[in-house]
């Protein structure tokens, strides 16, 4: 496992606490892997996208059901529903 230090926006650490997520570049792969944290559910991302970087703040009110699409929209992407978990895919 690698360790990577970077800057951090003050004001996007401890999101969840306040009900929000915040993602400034990071990779789609490190966005989903957040959500599937906070949410407690799976949230896989389709291949191609893994690498895409997010700049994007999702509010967390409503469960994944109400999240997952929110995100999608504000990614230009699409939430499917994907056994009991979500997958992020490319738009039609």
Known sequence: S?????????????????????????SLAEAAADLSRTLGIAVAVDAALAHRPVRA???LDG?????????AALTGLRAVRDGAGWRLAASP
């Not at 360790?3 to 990071?26: I, K, M, N, R, Y």
């Not at 469960?63 to 995100?71: D, E, K, L, S």
């Open 57 to 59: 703040t999702v509010r």
């Open 2 to 26: 690698q360790v990577e230090l970077a800057d951090v926006a003050p004001d996007t650490v401890g999101g969840w606490a306040q009900g929000q997520l915040s993602f400034d570049g990071v």
């Open 63 to 71: 469960g994944a059901a109400r999240v997952m699409p929110r995100f």
